[in-house]
């Protein structure tokens, strides 16, 4: 059995373990050792995501972004609809 390992990420040079488990777990998947730490796995993770987003939606005319954030640019449905101000519906 393998024993952890400590090595140094590409990015941002801190040392993190890779576990005996994770040894392990690479070996049977056929991949070879992290050379990032997982923070550093997560972020580059994301950026491509972002990246894989706005090449999808560019043909479209503008850039994807979660409704969240397109609330917030635009105003959202709160700023338009005032819900108070609605009429009731009667019960008979």
Do not use: H
Request: charged share 40%; with cysteine.
């Amino acid at each position: 059995m393998a024993a952890d390992k400590t090595l140094a990420c590409r990015d941002c040079g801190a040392e993190f373990v890779f576990t005996a488990g994770e040894q392990e777990f690479f070996a049977q998947k056929g991949f070879s050792d992290p050379t990032r730490c997982p923070a550093c796995r997560a972020a580059r993770k994301m950026e491509r995501m972002r990246q894989q987003n706005e090449a999808m939606s560019a043909p479209m005319g503008g850039s994807f972004s979660s409704r969240g954030r397109d609330r917030d640019r635009r105003g959202g449905r709160d700023d338009e609809y005032d819900y108070d101000e609605r009429p009731r519906r009667r019960r008979w």
